[in-house]
């Protein structure tokens, strides 16, 4: 079992960053790929960017390509999720995830079902 807790949200004006982590801990050696998520009002959970755990590859979702960063501190057991450039539109509570494999592609990885291990979200509300 991996616990995961995120922290780093907050209220921020559009234009700003903000630095997402995630901690892990319990079983995190089992863990093959780290991501984020995100879930606004009334919406579903969308897919931002996930890290595999060895080999450090990522994918992110076009909404994110070239704004955030992610990226994974292995001897801490924590990732990341940098975030320049916000805007309104990012307002949602943003979730990491944790999967035990990785051996369906990357795109696989994008969908909810990819993970086994969820944190409680950190909300992220960027004004205009």
């Known amino acids: 079992q991996v616990q995961l807790l995120e922290s780093g949200g907050g209220l921020v004006q559009a234009g700003g960053s903000l630095r997402l982590s995630c901690a892990a801990s319990?079983?995190?050696?089992?863990?093959?790929?780290m991501g984020w998520f995100r879930q606004a009002p009334g919406k579903e959970r969308e897919f931002v960017a996930h890290?595999?755990?060895?080999?450090?590859?990522?994918r992110y979702a076009d909404s994110a390509k070239g704004r955030f960063t992610i990226s994974r501190a292995n001897a801490q057991n924590t990732v990341y999720l940098q975030m320049n450039s916000l805007k309104p539109e990012d307002t949602a509570v943003y979730y990491c995830?944790?999967?035990?494999?990785?051996?369906?592609?990357?795109?696989?990885?994008?969908?909810?079902?990819?993970?086994?291990?969820w944190g409680q979200g950190t909300q992220v509300t960027v004004s205009s």
């Open positions: 995830a944790a999967g035990g494999t990785y051996s369906w592609g990357s795109v696989y990885y994008t969908r909810p079902s990819g993970y086994d291990s």
């Open positions: 319990g079983r995190t050696s089992s863990i093959h790929v």
């Open positions: 890290i595999t755990w060895n080999g450090g590859n990522t």
